[in-house]
């Protein structure tokens, strides 16, 4: 018989994430009133608090297993909270922006019936975007900052200020996966999601031809086109096609040509033109690739929207926006996402995909996805330069014009580096200047 889990938090990130491993739990929060000074540390606070929350709900039960959590950040030499008021949340946010922070997520797991107890600790470091007074104030407009510790939420509308994460994604939500799933282990409790993943029914392994890597995936190209059909059709409803007709045409008779060269062969290709006038361009799983309005207004010719077609095919290719998602929420909450599109819940949970899909992929992912880019353009006879030229385009503007929250330069970073890695792709050279850009931050 399973031992009845029992959350000592009624924080809503914990409980999502909680639901989405498909363990079932109950809620009893905690009514310990929290340290705020570390007696040595910031993760010996962060513990200190969430053991006393999960002892404080451990005295209430007969049985089970108590999880009790905390979560610290620290910032500029200090550590930071949850805001007071609107205007402690906007200067919490400004500071955060000034330099790197750190996120400490204390956990505790006492075992009611066998007395035993194992604690333990994450940290992640976090770089955040610099922000104006407008950004805040549309960000708040969309979010209560109030109950959160640095007044934002990594895994909503916050994540548009997020520059990078080092460490686990999960710890500055609020719940460590990771760290959890090796504490429960210890009093005889494992997650749902991570004992599919190691089951041979759950996963399966490939030869990536884009990576050229042997890959353990949990999601076959089946399951991978149900996710990309459930997620487009909410995307569209979001985003409503261009009444353009050339426009589309020109895209799809692009992508079409792209698609008859790629690696992945299998898949039923859908190249679409919307109406946003954000400079964008997003491709989901299983074939799916969106260019906004605002994009197609400044490619100069068709080299350069190929090789921006190019390159979100080189994402599909190499599976980076199904393998992102796997990575952060696991198999069973994209399995439960790719069943319930019909469900009135599947908006939220979509909601959460494309944030995450829109916030970019890792420097390496962007690389890899140029790379391809370039061998897929030449192999359908477009001019692989236009990816360079459409490159030093965005790099323009972006010195131009203020950032926007999903903005092309946004959400594919590293523009210097990546003009000149292309053209060392192309040409099989980069100049001096080239060179010196590739270790450059923007």
């Known amino acids: ?40 540390s910031c993760a010996r606070l962060a513990i200190e608090n969430a ?27 200090k550590i930071i909270g949850k805001p007071k008021n609107i205007q402690d949340a906007k200067a919490m946010l400004k500071r955060l922006a000034r330099g790197p922070q750190w996120v400490y997520t204390g956990l505790a797991v006492i075992d009611v019936k066998n007395k035993k107890t194992v604690t333990g600790y994450e940290k992640t470091k976090v770089y955040m975007d610099r922000l104006s007074d407008k950004e805040i104030e549309r960000y708040f407009h969309k979010v209560s900052p109030l109950d959160k510790a640095g007044s934002f939420d990594i895994q909503g509308w916050g994540s548009i200020f997020i520059k990078r994460i080092e460490g686990c994604f999960y710890n500055v939500v609020g719940l460590p996966v990771a760290k959890l799933h090796q504490m429960l282990k210890k009093v005889g409790v494992s997650l749902l ?16 031809i884009a990576t050229g890597k042997e890959e353990t995936l949990f999601y076959s190209t089946e399951k991978e086109v149900s996710l990309g059909d459930a997620l487009s059709r909410e995307f569209e409803k979001k985003y409503k096609p261009l009444a353009d007709v050339v426009s589309q045409e020109r895209v ?7 698609a008859q060269v790629c690696d992945r062969k299998e898949l039923i290709y859908h190249f679409k033109a919307v109406d946003d006038k954000e400079i964008n361009a997003l ?19 068709d080299d350069e929207l190929a090789g921006v077609i190019a390159h979100e095919v ?85 010195q131009k014009e203020p950032d926007r929250p999903f903005s092309y330069w946004r959400t594919h970073p590293y523009i210097s580096q990546r003009i000149a890695l292309v053209k060392q792709e192309v040409s099989g050279k980069m100049d001096f200047k080239d060179y010196l850009n590739l270790d450059k931050e923007e």
């Open 1 to 40: 018989m399973k031992p009845q889990i029992f959350l000592a938090s009624k924080s809503p990130q914990r409980m999502k994430i909680l639901k989405s491993l498909g363990l079932k739990f109950k809620i009893i929060p905690s009514g310990i009133k929290e340290k705020r000074r570390p007696a040595s």
């Open 51 to 77: 053991l006393d929350k999960a002892r404080d709900v451990a005295n209430k039960v007969n049985g089970g297993i108590v999880i009790g959590a905390d979560t610290v950040v620290f910032s500029c030499g």
């Open 193 to 208: 999601f991570l004992l599919f993943a190691l089951s041979l029914s759950g996963c399966y392994t490939e030869y990536n």
């Open 252 to 258: 799809e008779k692009i992508g079409e040509r792209i």
């Open 283 to 301: 491709s989901l799983p299983g074939g799916y690739v969106y260019i906004n309005k605002g994009l197609l207004d400044k490619v100069k010719n």
């Open 314 to 398: 080189g994402h599909i290719v190499a599976k980076h926006s199904v393998k992102k998602l796997q990575a952060m929420w696991g198999y069973t909450f994209l399995n439960i996402l790719a069943s319930q599109a019909t469900n009135p819940d599947f908006a939220e949970g979509a909601d959460l995909a494309f944030l995450q899909i829109f916030l970019g992929y890792s420097r390496e992912d962007e690389n890899l996805a140029d790379k391809l880019a370039v061998k897929y353009t030449k192999k359908s006879g477009y001019n692989p330069q236009g990816i360079v030229s459409f490159l030093e385009t965005l790099k323009a503007a972006h």
